[in-house]
């Protein structure tokens, strides 16, 4: 198939209409959102689902999260409205929040893996959300790369992925946030499944105690059933190792240097992923910055276009460790992921 590209700011309407034609006639768009690029396809039809599963080459068991265009479209796919679930909807929609509660019977196997919830958000994306009202049904869409690569944050990301295998994207620019979403699961005690830029201490704010999933800073062990599928999976992983050093910048700095120097590396073709606080500590070495630590934020939104661009070039990167408090949480979440939980 020949991947059509529309630039979302320069053909708007016709982009919005045609991606929602497709949308309507089974096919696949991946779309801008706030978070990351998603693979979009008919949330009603599981035909069109399993289209998804196939272009990323995605374990069949991982379900996906319903996008909607307004929340009375969202209350239509879960069987009842929970209380929480309202006040979270009013208090973080549209946003980067995805609200996990039991299914309703509109909601095809498919998605959800045959699991009894879904997964729902409405995107905080001008160009999203138009496509979203055109296409005129809730669109199932995991992120759009290529299953165990970074997630995309530019249109250009998955083209690198999918090129030819999906029909049209939506060229909305970078994506602002830059990590997927934070899911909560509402089926049982409040948990958090996948930190994101909705925070624990926000989501605190407003529905009082919320737990935290174990898997969002640690592997899995052995045979064990995860809240969420989508955690028991290799993620975010470039051709070079990532290692995450921790501590307080200085002594981060330091092990790096120390590994650098004597050990590991040799001759190896090797980055740090640095922070503007912190790149002096690495003298004339080959470094990247990727953040400004007073502002977390910087941080996530450039993690996966970094690993992407020296995932590649390099044969080591090294990177130093966030706080796992607020926004380091999610930043922190796919980074040790991206290292296969490597740390120096
Ligand atoms: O920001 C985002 O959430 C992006 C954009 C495109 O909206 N989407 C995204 O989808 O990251 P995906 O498929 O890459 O990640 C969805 C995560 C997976 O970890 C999956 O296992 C989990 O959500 N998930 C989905 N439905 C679930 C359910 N019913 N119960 C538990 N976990 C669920
Ligand atoms: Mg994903």
């Known amino acids: 198939m020949k991947t059509e590209v529309f630039n979302a700011t320069t053909q708007k309407e016709n982009g919005a209409r045609h991606a929602g034609r497709i ?9 801008p959102t706030e978070t990351v690029y998603g693979l979009g396809a008919n949330g009603l039809d599981g035909e069109a689902v399993k289209k998804i599963f196939e272009a990323k080459g995605r374990p069949v068991d991982n379900p996906l999260i ?6 009375s479209d969202a209350r239509k796919l879960w069987s009842s409205v929970p209380e929480k679930a309202r006040v979270l909807m009013d208090t973080f929609w549209p946003g980067p929040l995805s609200i996990v509660y039991e299914k309703s019977e509109r909601v095809p196997d498919e998605v959800t893996a045959g699991l009894p919830t879904v997964a729902v958000r409405m995107p905080d994306h001008k160009t999203a959300l138009a496509f979203l009202r055109e296409a005129e049904v809730p669109v199932a869409a995991p992120s759009a790369n290529a299953s165990g690569r970074p997630s995309p944050t530019t249109a250009r990301h998955v083209l690198d992925d999918l090129d030819g295998k999906v029909d049209v994207i939506l060229d909305g620019g970078p994506c602002r946030v830059g990590l997927e979403s934070t899911v909560l699961s509402l089926a049982g005690t409040p948990t958090i499944l996948r930190p994101g830029a909705i925070t624990r201490e926000m989501l605190e704010a407003v529905i009082g105690g919320v737990a935290l999933s174990k898997s969002a800073l640690s592997p899995l062990s052995e045979g064990e059933t995860p809240l969420s599928p989508g955690m028991k999976y290799k993620h975010y992983a470039p051709d070079a190792q990532v290692l995450v050093a921790s501590g307080e910048p200085r002594e981060a700095a330091q ?5 650098y120097d004597l050990e590991t590396a040799g001759g190896k073709v090797c980055v740090i992923f640095a922070s503007v606080q912190t790149q002096a500590f690495y003298g004339g070495r080959r470094y990247a910055i990727i953040g400004d630590r007073t502002m977390p934020e910087t941080f996530c939104a ?3 276009s970094k690993l992407r661009e020296f995932g590649s070039k390099a044969d080591l990167i090294f990177t130093e460790a966030l706080p796992h408090e607020e926004l380091g949480l999610a930043y922190m979440n796919r980074l040790l992921r991206a290292a296969g939980f490597q740390t120096l």
Do not use: E, T
Request: glycine letters at 8%; aromatic letters at 8%.
């Open 302 to 304: 450039n993690l996966f």
């Open 255 to 259: 092990r790096i240097r120390r590994a």
């Open 66 to 71: 319903l996008h909607v265009a307004s929340k």
């Open 23 to 31: 949308i309507r006639d089974g096919g696949l768009v991946a779309f």
